[in-house]
């Protein structure tokens, strides 16, 4: 019975045990429970207490944020010493140039700044004044829009709350808010076009200068013709001075509302919507954004690279197109048309594959980012829109159903007007991609003329160029002297691309020495002339010579401009600067008489007579032009090169001695003996890279002439008497 009775005192025992220490366990836990509420009821009165401070601190931030994800976003920081050395043209394994890589990084804002002093060259031009009447356009929509999501708001309110006066007075409100909004649009568009002209003005009148030149510049211009003639590194100019600066001045100028408009955007309208549903939801809607908005521009395809190409494709095939219009008479006589087909097809298929590929990459890019853009992001700021509804914001009242409905559709409207914002900052990436790619061609453009304008030139160099001794040659530069005289000391012949014509060229000739040179095809002749125009560098040796305006060029085909029939005789210069020079058409038709062209003024309706004159004129008609431009300019030299070859002998030797009348010496190429007794001195080149410098005796050379053609004469008789003799022989046997 003890036992019993002890062991129900055990089990008693044993079972109260637990019970009491589940009372004990959970008092102290509901102590601790609210000891833990006490905890969070103080911090959270702590927090109210200091909220309005922590809004502004979370709203600094947000700012802050913003402004600096945009500009790291779009200048590239984090790859900045990689991508300056990727933006560089590389060499490949056959050691040929590679395109070089155009992204949005370092080497673009680089760029982008050279350009920038350019179109902008001070805080008081005129294009500055655009951007500051921009930039206050820009801000006063984005003020309206924010009073429209406001009005929006309490436009839907008064229907839910049935109040037909209040909803007509908002209406009203809408259409007078109208007039401001549809002005301030159409003002923005309005002097984005004034931008844009602005800036490809700027550029265009820069890039001219280089490229045509200054007056009195000398060696440092003519980059026009240094660019296609010892560079290689542009093929066509023309196309970057005519489309490439006007996309990059359109880009350019529509860029800064792109990015500006939608940067302020996202800052007002999170700010606003801050004060309606809290800093610490749209601070962590801005978490969420940016996460994806990083996935987003990892996924970004080279847009910058990719413009380049097309621009530089279009270019060629442009170009292609502008050679067949060039040679078009020598290719229909060599019945060309299948072989320039197929040239200017593969230009063309290439293009198209580009295209296409960059489609391609468009589409796919253009899902995701819709897909990211529109409906994620949309569906983030669905929950954030919902948070005044189902949650109760601290320091907020709460609202009857007009109310929350005016708070939605106002929050609503005030998001995605942010989310669009947002996404025109990610979109704009893209277009500063494109930017990036015609800042490359212009900087391109830009660099090279400046490498021309220097004597830095890279041009693709013949085998014979490679020897050591043609090596040396072509990394010299000879010296330049100012001089009365032409002198040449130990000067080599060298064409651009390296190919050695005359290894040690010398000779000397006076004001008044007429020079004569002959020599095969290829030998150095035109070099000559080009080096005494200033048009080639001195790889070595001395130059004596003049002033390169001191040379007048005529070719076997001169160059007739577009103008009067006056301007082809004045050329370069305009009526004003012929009146100057106290110069009449009385005195121009003297000219005309002088290369007996006295009656085509009459015939071609006057000296104003506008027309195409290399279709109006003949061959020879175009050359004589051509002598009265030089009688007309009187320059101290001349350089004929096979200027007289359409011509009559009769009429080439009144040139030629009116020439010599007004003191202007003549360096002439050609290989009429007609010409012979108009010249002292004779260069004689081998076209093996020897050359012969002498005085001309034009009577003793035309007696050996004909001589020579005596003998050839009789040795084209030697196969017919030897046949005679032949025949004789048989016939008497």
């Known amino acids: 019975m003890a036992t019993h009775a002890y062991t129900g005192r055990s089990d008693v025992i044993a079972s109260s045990t637990p019970q009491s220490v589940r009372m004990t366990t959970s008092f102290a836990s509901l102590r601790l429970s609210q000891r833990s509420n006490e905890k969070l009821a103080n911090a959270f009165n702590v927090y109210m207490l200091h909220r309005p401070l922590v809004q502004r601190l979370l709203n600094v931030s947000f700012v802050t944020f913003i402004l600096s994800s945009v500009y790291f976003g779009i200048s590239g920081k984090s790859s900045t010493s990689q991508s300056s050395k990727k933006g560089r043209s590389k060499k490949g394994k056959d050691g040929e140039d590679r395109p070089e890589r155009v992204a949005v990084d370092a080497v673009f804002f680089q760029r982008l700044r050279q350009i920038l002093r350019i179109v902008i060259p001070g805080i008081r031009s005129k294009e500055a004044m655009l951007l500051l009447m921009h930039s206050t356009l820009l801000v006063l929509r984005t003020a309206i829009s924010l009073y429209v999501a406001a009005l929006d708001g309490k436009i839907v309110a008064s229907l839910v709350r049935a109040r037909p006066l209040e909803f007509f007075w908002n209406i009203l409100r809408w259409l007078v808010v109208a007039i401001p909004a549809t002005w301030t649009n159409s003002w923005l568009s309005y002097i984005q076009n004034k931008l844009s002209i602005a800036y490809r003005t700027r550029l265009t009148q820069e890039v001219v200068k280089q490229y045509l030149g200054e007056e009195g510049e000398g060696a440092n211009g003519k980059a026009y013709y240094k660019l296609s003639n010892l560079d290689d590194r542009i093929k066509n100019p023309d196309q970057m001075i005519t489309h490439d600066i006007q996309r990059f001045s359109n880009h350019l100028a529509a860029m800064y509302a792109n990015l500006a408009k939608p940067t302020l955007d996202v800052i007002l309208y999170n700010y606003q919507l801050s004060s309606n549903v809290g800093a610490e939801g749209v601070m962590g809607l801005t978490i969420l954004v940016q996460l994806s908005a990083t996935l987003l521009r990892y996924m970004t395809p080279p847009f910058g690279m990719y413009t380049a190409l097309s621009a530089q494709m279009a270019g060629s095939l442009r170009h292609t197109h502008s050679r067949l219009v060039e040679f078009a008479e020598e290719v229909a006589f060599m019945r060309g048309e299948h072989t320039e087909k197929m040239l200017i097809e593969r230009e063309y298929a290439a293009s198209v594959a580009h295209e296409n590929h960059v489609l391609q990459r468009r589409w796919w890019f253009g899902c995701v980012e819709e897909g990211i853009i529109k409906w994620l992001w949309g569906s983030f700021g669905l929950i954030l829109c919902g948070i005044p509804v189902f949650v109760k914001i601290p320091g907020v009242a709460q609202l009857d159903l007009g109310g929350r409905t005016e708070g939605f559709v106002t929050n609503r409207r005030l998001l995605l007007s942010s989310s669009d914002a947002f996404g025109r900052v990610m979109y704009s990436y893209k277009d500063l991609a494109e930017l990036a790619g015609y800042t490359a061609r212009v900087s391109q453009l830009l660099d090279t003329m400046k490498d021309v304008r220097e004597g830095k030139f890279q041009k693709a160099l013949v085998n014979s160029a490679t020897k050591d001794g043609n090596q040396i040659n072509l990394q010299g530069r000879g010296e330049v002297i100012e001089s009365e005289d032409i002198r040449f000391d130990g000067v080599p012949i060298v064409t651009p691309n390296g190919d050695v014509l005359v290894e040690r060229l010398s000779f000397h000739i006076k004001p008044g ?221």
């Open 513 to 733: 020495q007429n020079l004569l040179i002959v020599g095969p095809n290829g030998c150095g002749k035109s070099s000559l002339f080009r080096i005494l125009g200033g048009l080639w560098p001195v790889y070595g040796g001395v130059v004596h010579k003049p002033a390169s305006s001191q040379f007048i060029l005529i070719p076997q085909r001169p160059y007739l401009p577009l103008g009067t029939l006056r301007d082809q005789v004045i050329y370069p210069h305009s009526k004003a600067i012929m009146d100057q020079r106290g110069v009449t058409d009385a005195d121009l038709a003297q000219i005309f008489e002088v290369v007996q062209l006295g009656g085509i003024v009459d015939r071609e309706g006057g000296w104003n007579a506008v027309k195409e004159w290399r279709e109006t004129l003949s061959g020879g008609d175009q050359q004589r032009i051509a002598w009265a431009r030089l009688f007309y300019h009187k320059p101290k030299y001349a350089v004929l090169d096979e200027a007289t070859s359409l011509v009559p002998t009769d009429i080439e030797g009144l040139m030629m001695e009116y020439a010599g009348t007004l003191n202007i010496t003549l360096l002439t190429v050609s290989h009429r003996p007609s010409l012979w007794k108009y010249h002292a001195l004779i260069l004689h080149y081998d076209g093996q890279g020897g050359y012969v410098f002498t005085k001309l005796d034009a009577e003793k050379r035309l007696a050996l002439q004909e001589e020579k053609q005596e003998l050839e004469t009789k040795l084209l008789e030697v196969p017919k008497m030897k046949a005679r003799l032949l025949e004789l022989k048989t016939l008497t046997k």
